[in-house]
Structures are given as C-alpha cells and as structure tokens.
C-alpha cells in the first residue's frame, strides 16, 4: 500500500508458502518458493522480507547469496551473529542491505526532529528520556496465540523504541536490562526495561529507558524527553507532540492530519529506500549500532551494570 501510495516503488511480483494468498495479489506474479522466484526474476531492484519474525535470516541469505539487494523488516535477525553474517554476506556479494526502522518515519518523530534546536532554545538541554511501548498481545501474562511469531515484546517493540532514540541523541548505550523470559524462553518476554545513557547535543550525559510490555492490556506508545522544568512528549499512538509544563498545563505543538499510523510510517520508509537506491546506499552501519544494543540487553544484568565505565 505505502507502495503503491507514493509511487515511487513498484511491486513486481509477491511469494509466500500459502498459494491462497495469490487472490491478495491479483495483478502480481505469484510464486510459493522463495527460490524459484529468485531464479525467475532477473531484473529486480530489492526484495523485501517481511516474513514471521523467525523465518527473517533464513530468507534474507537466500536473497543476499542470489545477489539481490535485500530489505529486511524489523527486526532483522534474531541473534547478532546472525545480524552480523547478513551484514558481512552483503559486503561480500556487494548487495545492499536496508533495514526497515520504520517508526524513524513516524510523523511525530519528524516534527520534533525539525524542532529540536528551537525547543532547546526555550527548554533547555535534556535532561533524561525514556520510551514505552505497550501491547496488548499477552493479557494474562501468556503470548497469545496470534502473536507468538513476533518473538517477545522486547525483540519486537524495543527495537522500534531504539531506532527512535537513535534518531533523536545518535547514540545510545545499555547499562542494565532486565529482559523477561515467557513460556518459550527470552524470544516470547512479555514485559522487559532497559536502562540506558546517552549524551544531549551539548554533550552532557543523560539517562533513560526503555519499557516494553504486552501484559497492559492498553495500545499506548509513547517517548517522552526530559527537560528541566517540562516534557516533550511524542505520543507515537496518537501521532502527537506535547509539551507537559511543570505547572500542569499542556500544549499540544503538532499532530499528524493523516490517520493511518503504519501507513504514515511506510510512506516515509519507501521513500527513504527509494533515495538509498538510487544512490546504492542503505543503512546498514546504523542497523549495526543498533542491534549491538538490541542484542547487548539479553547479556546484560543486575549483576553487569555498566554505568559510569
């Protein structure tokens, strides 16, 4: 749809294993088998993956080792070993490999990253952050069913919540995490926190986290960044920028006039990938920083706290 939407990108041809999904994709070349597909078409300019989150690094070294350039949606792997060997494969057959951040293009981000200077210069330097993602996908503390692929609140929604913070400090580092374990070990968590520092455009150190939870029972994602005396607030249900003033006033600076959220995400990312494209860049050594942290937070205890080293 974000496709189609921006016109910038057109979709050749669509594979999954389940031959009823050709009826979804009526104008499209249909295939069942990733391979044959691969070896069918010859003049593609990226393949996207957006299989179960489990299947992502099976299918993206057939993509990478036919020579296509591949486009991963989050998250892109499910250990940094194999983010790495993706990462190292694409090098090595001069691919490209673009990974699909999408909340980067949330329409709330945006605003306050053209904002930002000018809400420093009344606000201050930050002073802390932290995000939080709710879903509510295990109501009784037992992944549903349905959203069992996605491999645990953490891998699913704290990777969307990094990608947000990267793009607003530019980097970030974990200093201690507490990473659930559900019914199916540390891929099916239900709820994690991570505690995490960064610097402000001045260079100060900050603090912050992140929480991910599915146990809520409530669809609420939001960052908020710490001033002194107020809050930014991005509201990323809601699409929204708010300021939370120290006397208990509210000011509302921004709100997308579009209503679909993944289709405002999309939007940006196709044409983000478009750019990269034509320019044969992708984003690759950003996803590598990422992912570092993504990953460092199944490593990283009560025990290892790193603050302050």
């Not at 879903?135 to 699913?156: I, T």
Request: aromatic residues 10%; charged residues 20%; contains cysteine.
């Amino acid at each position: 749809m974000a496709a189609k939407n921006t016109g910038m990108i057109r979709i050749l041809c669509a594979c999954d294993i389940d031959s009823s999904k050709r009826s979804l994709h009526p104008d499209l070349t249909f295939y069942n088998d990733i391979e044959k597909m691969l070896h069918s078409e010859k003049d593609l300019d990226a393949v996207i993956v957006s299989t179960p989150t489990s299947n992502h690094y099976e299918t993206g070294l057939k993509v990478v080792k036919s020579r296509n350039n591949l486009v991963m949606e989050k998250p892109s792997a499910l250990s940094m070993e194999n983010f790495v060997n993706l990462l190292r494969l694409s090098q090595e057959y001069s691919t490209l490999f673009y990974n699909a951040f999408h909340f980067m293009f949330a329409e709330e981000l945006v605003w306050f990253i053209h904002h930002k200077e000018e809400l420093s210069g009344y606000l201050g330097d930050p002073v802390g952050f932290s995000s939080m993602f709710n879903d509510p996908y295990a109501p009784d503390g037992k992944v549903l069913r349905e959203y069992q692929s996605l491999s645990g609140s953490w891998v699913d929604s704290g990777i969307n919540a990094l990608s947000i913070l990267y793009k607003i400090f530019k980097e970030t580092k974990n200093v201690f995490s507490i990473v659930g374990h559900g019914e199916r070990g540390r891929e099916s968590d239900t709820v994690s926190e991570v505690i995490l520092q960064s610097y402000s455009d001045k260079g100060k150190s900050i603090f912050g986290n992140i929480l991910t939870s599915w146990t809520s029972g409530t669809n609420l994602k939001v960052t908020n960044i710490f001033y002194s005396k107020d809050i930014v607030q991005l509201n990323h249900t809601k699409q929204s920028v708010e300021i939370f003033r120290s006397d208990g006033g509210k000011e509302e600076k921004f709100h997308a006039t579009k209503p679909g959220r993944l289709s405002n995400h999309y939007g940006g990312l196709i044409l983000d990938l478009y750019n990269n494209l034509l320019n044969h860049t992708d984003n690759a050594g950003m996803a590598l920083k990422i992912y570092t942290e993504l990953f460092n937070a199944f490593d990283m205890g009560p025990g290892e706290n790193t603050a302050g080293k």
